[in-house]
């Protein structure tokens, strides 16, 4: 599902970062432009995926991975996904209400 969210709603779904210092930039970043949003089902879906995103920090991220590819920087690296079955629940409910 493509959608745009504004910096609001960007806020509110890494309200889990608002600590760190890279949590404007993210926000900012997610809402920049539309994002496509999706639900992966499968044995060990969220590892699988996991590993195929690579290290949130492109420049650490193995080659091949996607934010190795596509990853600008840690805090615009392309691509996010859900690290725990809780969070995945969480996520889902967020974009698929």
Do not use: W
Not at 28 to 47: C, K, R, T
Not at 60 to 77: F, H, P, Q, V, W
């Amino acid at each position: 599902k493509k959608v745009k969210i504004t910096k609001e709603e960007a806020s509110t779904f890494y309200k889990v970062h608002q600590t760190k210092p890279f949590y404007s930039d993210l926000c900012n970043y997610l809402s920049s432009g539309p994002i496509v949003v999706m639900i992966l089902e499968g044995e060990s879906a969220i590892s699988k995926n996991r590993e195929l995103m690579g290290s949130t920090d492109p420049k650490k991220a193995k080659e091949e991975t996607l934010r190795k590819m596509y990853g600008i920087s840690i805090d615009k690296n392309s691509v996010h996904g859900s690290d725990s079955f809780e969070n995945a629940k969480t996520e889902i409910d967020f974009f698929f209400k």
